[in-house]
């Protein structure tokens, strides 16, 4: 007996039970392609709203940011002022402290002294 016609025999059975496994296989993976597909035209056709979505909410946070920014500026003006004034504040208090709460004291206790003298001088 001839090994080829068993030889092509065994090849053609082997190519048909391939075949037979292969065709559904590649079915299967002819709709999971069709619904990968269908997914991405979804995914996509959801991403472009949900990008503006965002890209609006990006600006509006950036605008949020700078009028934060300017508010803060001014605060930080405002603080700016008041320590000045405060700083005019303790000057101010230092002075009398050191030059006019001594002056008035020394007029308080010349005008003590000349009353007491002009006291002394009526009653006699």
């Known amino acids: 007996m001839d090994?080829?016609?068993?030889?092509?025999t065994i090849a053609s059975l082997s190519l048909i039970i391939l075949l037979i496994f292969l065709v559904p296989f590649l079915r299967q993976l002819q709709q999971t392609a069709a619904s990968a597909n269908s997914l991405?035209?979804?995914v996509d056709e959801e991403l472009e709203p949900l990008l503006g979505t965002i890209n609006e909410a990006v600006e509006?946070?950036?605008a949020l940011a700078a009028n934060l920014n300017d508010k803060i500026d001014q605060t930080d003006l405002v603080i700016d002022r008041a320590k000045e004034a405060s700083?005019?504040?303790?000057h101010t208090t230092q002075l009398v402290q050191t030059?006019?709460?001594p002056l008035l004291i020394n007029i308080a206790g010349l005008n003590a002294g000349l009353q007491g003298f002009a006291?002394?001088?009526r009653k006699k």
């Open 99 to 101: 030059k006019i709460a």
């Open 60 to 62: 509006e946070v950036n």
């Open 3 to 8: 090994p080829l016609p068993i030889f092509l």
């Open 119 to 121: 006291r002394f001088f």
């Open 40 to 42: 991405f035209k979804k």
């Open 87 to 90: 700083d005019i504040v303790l």
